[in-house]
């Protein structure tokens, strides 16, 4: 038997537990026998996962949930395969995220970035379920709270487990937030918002989709949530900025006539 690596009671996280980085954070709850997975990455780690999972002597038969956080080809792209090997599970996440899987949207999900190169496979599958805000995912005893947190994309979902949030694509232990993209339906607003309820909200650690898991820190956050009320007004960032206050003094200026003293 391999031994249980426990982050916290009852948490597992397949990187840590593999002691070498495999792909996404793949977070393993359990409570006895029962056992879920948030996230599972990318397909070609799946069965090996599956299989470190087997020789923590988790029975199989008892996976009850496979998480998506969210759509995207590296959080994801095991998912159907994940599902054939534990049929008994079933496949959750936002009706958004189930959306882009059913269909296997190629752009949506980062399958397909034509302009640099990348090309992967995204199997395309139905989840048996949509969850959203305030749903819960029962493991016995225990509880798991569905928070609905858009910005990075519309369907990110995170999960508060007692004073523990798996937190998703919303922050990671650098301040750096799940990339803002047009094509991937990112929200900077929406993104405010998730993350001022993160940095309000009394959990003490953050479990994210990607890096090491941190404790929640107020002012780091709050210097994140400042950077992207910037953002809103930069155009950087393209279709996902609100205005760009440029375009106003340009309107003025326009009105005035160039004055080279003045420029
Ligand atoms: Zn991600």
Redesign the pocket.
């Known amino acids: 038997m391999l031994p249980r690596v426990e982050l916290f009671p009852h948490v597992i996280e397949m990187n840590y537990q593999a002691r070498q980085r495999l792909g996404?954070c793949v977070y393993l709850v359990f409570h006895e026998n029962d056992w879920l997975l948030i996230d599972i990455g990318y397909e070609d780690t799946t069965a090996e996962i599956i299989e470190m999972i087997r020789q923590m002597d988790f029975p199989l038969s008892n996976c009850r949930y496979l998480v998506a956080?969210?759509a995207?080809v590296?959080?994801v792209q095991g998912l159907k395969v994940a599902k054939e090997l534990l049929p008994s599970a079933e496949t959750v996440g936002h009706a958004d995220a189930a959306r882009a899987l059913a269909d296997g949207d190629r752009i949506l999900t980062y399958a397909e970035i034509s302009a640099q190169g990348i090309s992967m496979d995204f199997p395309p599958i139905k989840l048996d379920r949509t969850i959203g805000e305030g749903d819960v995912l029962k493991l016995g005893d225990l509880e798991i709270e569905v928070w609905h947190t858009p910005g990075?994309t519309s369907g990110q979902l995170a999960f508060r487990f007692g004073e523990l949030l798996f937190s998703?694509?919303n922050i990671y232990r650098d301040g750096c937030v799940?990339?803002i993209d047009a094509h991937h339906g990112s929200d900077i607003p929406d993104f405010i918002k998730s993350l001022s309820r993160i940095r309000d909200s009394d959990v003490t650690w953050l479990l994210p989709?990607?890096g090491p898991v941190f404790r929640k820190d107020r002012d780091m956050m709050q210097k994140t949530i400042d950077r992207l009320t910037e953002y809103q007004h930069m155009a950087d960032f393209g279709t996902c900025a609100v205005d760009w206050p440029l375009l106003t003094e340009w309107d003025e200026e326009l009105a005035r006539g160039f004055d080279p003293e003045k420029g």
């Open positions: 996404c956080t969210h995207d590296d959080h990075h998703g694509d799940g990339n989709s990607h």
